[in-house]
């Protein structure tokens, strides 16, 4: 069944791969998702594209539209910092033409590193969250989901998975990005060379086979419990930074939430239908390999 498992993730992968999502300008009564591919994987969806698929079959009349950027290891940050800008645009783009939907964003190593920047910015790269992204980030954004992101740290609040360490850029500030904690969820597993600093190459490439109903269902779960609004009213916390560190990436292989009124800052940085619970349980792996076969 495992091998099964796999090559229905390998299939539903190459599907979502050669399709490159233009957001065509309709507003979603379902999620609007974001997404953003890791280093290397060809322009579309990627492999997080599978996350974002399951999240779709639980809440109907929902969109999917990816991040365009270079995802190369060659100039790794100038490939990184393009993701995170573009996932700023396209949110506001988004919240600015549909006020009344919802919008979750998601993303893959790389992409991950990207999105999250985007949220809790990188001042050492000169990159601000404007005021504009936090109202967003406040309201209209309720899901982010991050996998084998190198920006890592089993610190945060929103870490999940195996791992007990940090990763290559390992974020040590997070004042731009924890009013929003409860919305934000970022699996690394131990070994992982990117997000763990381990050895394993093979764990970096296995959070589809381990996480992506988790990841599916609590995109869901926030979507039906999004009502809260974040207060961005005030900015005066101080710039949150990413450590410099050396080196580059080389190849791509749960947080009790509290939902609160939270006044948040100005920080400068780097960067349907409803859902029952119970289709949860009949999402098995059989359920799960059945829906993707129909799929493909």
């Known amino acids: 069944m495992k091998g099964l498992l796999s090559r229905a993730l390998t299939l539903a992968t190459a599907l979502f791969q050669r399709q490159a999502l233009v957001w065509d300008g309709t507003c979603s009564t ?48 100038t490939s990184y910092a393009a993701g995170a800008s573009e996932f700023e645009k396209l949110v506001l783009q988004y919240v600015d033409a549909c ?71 390992a974020r040590q500030n997070i004042t731009a990005c924890e009013p929003y904690a409860a919305r934000i969820r ?50 005066t916390a101080p710039p949150t930074t990413t450590p410099t560190q050396s080196g580059t990436e080389t190849t791509d292989g749960t947080t009790t939430e509290t939902t609160t009124d939270t006044t948040t800052t100005s920080t400068p940085g780097s960067g349907a239908g409803s859902f029952n619970p119970s289709w949860i349980m009949m999402l098995s792996m059989a359920g799960t390999l059945m829906i993707w076969t129909e799929l493909l």
């Not at 970022?186 to 600093?197: A, E, R």
């Not at 296995?206 to 005030?234: C, H, K």
């Open 30 to 77: 379902g999620i609007h998702m974001i997404v953003a591919r890791g280093s290397t994987e060809p322009d579309g969806y990627g492999r997080i594209g599978v996350v974002a698929q399951n999240a779709s079959l639980l809440i109907p009349n929902s969109s999917i539209a990816t991040v365009v950027y270079p995802a190369t290891f060659e100039n790794y940050f």
């Open 186 to 235: 970022s699996w690394c597993d131990k070994g992982d060379i990117y997000c763990d600093l381990g050895s394993d190459r093979s764990v970096h490439g296995s959070y589809f086979a381990n996480y992506t109903l988790d990841a599916a269902e609590f995109i869901a779960e926030r979507f039906n419990s999004s009502d809260t609004v974040v207060d961005v009213s005030t900015t």
């Open 99 to 169: 006020p009344d939907s919802k919008v979750a964003l998601l993303g893959y190593s790389q992409g991950a590193h990207a999105m999250m920047d985007a949220v809790c910015g990188n001042s050492d790269d000169g990159f601000f969250v404007s005021s504009e992204f936090q109202k967003a980030l406040g309201s209209q954004v309720i899901a982010i989901v991050a996998f084998g992101s190198p920006d890592f740290n089993k610190t945060h609040p929103w870490s999940a998975g195996t791992s007990t360490g940090a990763g290559l850029f």
